[in-house]
């Protein structure tokens, strides 16, 4: 038997905003006895439910799910935090004989865990961060595709601590770490649910204006009387960044709702753009019986 297929078998669910991502891997730990793991880098803070779309208890249908909750919004969670959190999660899902189920947007964070992304131990440059910090987000958008061009196409382009912390690399090494190749200590097999990009829009916004209503604005007055900054909100991705912009009165109501709408729908192509690249993930769409089918095959059973 080849080394490979010695490897214990786990699913990765990924796919756009809005997908279902989280509908079909719930569905498919209940048929084949599994656990989710989340892979969402802003789902892993405590307080940010509405905005980052977690799943509530009663979505869950009692099917555990791990890493949501794990970090304080003042503490910065990385991808090199995810990739030990994850790895613990999963293996102890193995132990237990169920199938562990990595399902989520943030697919950078999926990259490391699986082996795919070398996470370079650079040590942060509080010197050089609060230079860079007095420049814009495309002008560092700018240094960035100079020194990186790849990961500059696939990162919040409004996210100035992650463009820093990403130039901050670059410069630090000289050169960009190129991919290495994959040493995952298991068998993946990835399943992608496709878009309608016609329809997608419409489900973007309604889907906006549904949190909204649930309180979502309320959720963010939340996290600033508990002292997360209106900076660190833009850097908590477009949700955040949108309704703190809206509190400092730099946007009325609907022009928020529509500039959220229009970046949500943008950032699901950039999604794309990125799955694409990987030629091992089979697509479907959420409702296709053969994503079970598929899944049954790859674990043995049928």
Known sequence: MSEELKKPKILVVVGPTASGKTGVAIELAKKLGGEVVSADSRQVYRGMDIGTAKVTPE???DIPHHLLDVADPSEVYTATDFARDAKVAVDDILARGKLPIVAGGTFFY????????????VPPDREMHAKFEEKSA?????????????????IDKENKRRLIRAIEIAMYLGKVPPPRPADCPYDVLTIGLTIDMETHGEIVK?????????????????LLKNGITHERLENFGLEYRYISRYLRGLLDYDTMVEELAVKTRQYAKRQMTWLKRDKTIQWFSKND?????VTETFLGKN
């Open 110 to 121: 999926i990259d490391a865990l699986l082996g795919r992304v070398s996470m370079p131990e």
């Open 59 to 61: 979505e869950m249908q």
């Open 289 to 293: 019986q053969k994503i079970l089918d």
């Open 138 to 154: 495309a002008e560092l958008l700018a240094m960035l595709e100079n020194l990186d061009p790849d990961r500059a196409a696939s």
């Open 206 to 222: 309604q889907r906006i204006i549904e949190r909204l209503h649930t309180g979502m604005v309320a959720e963010v007055e939340a």
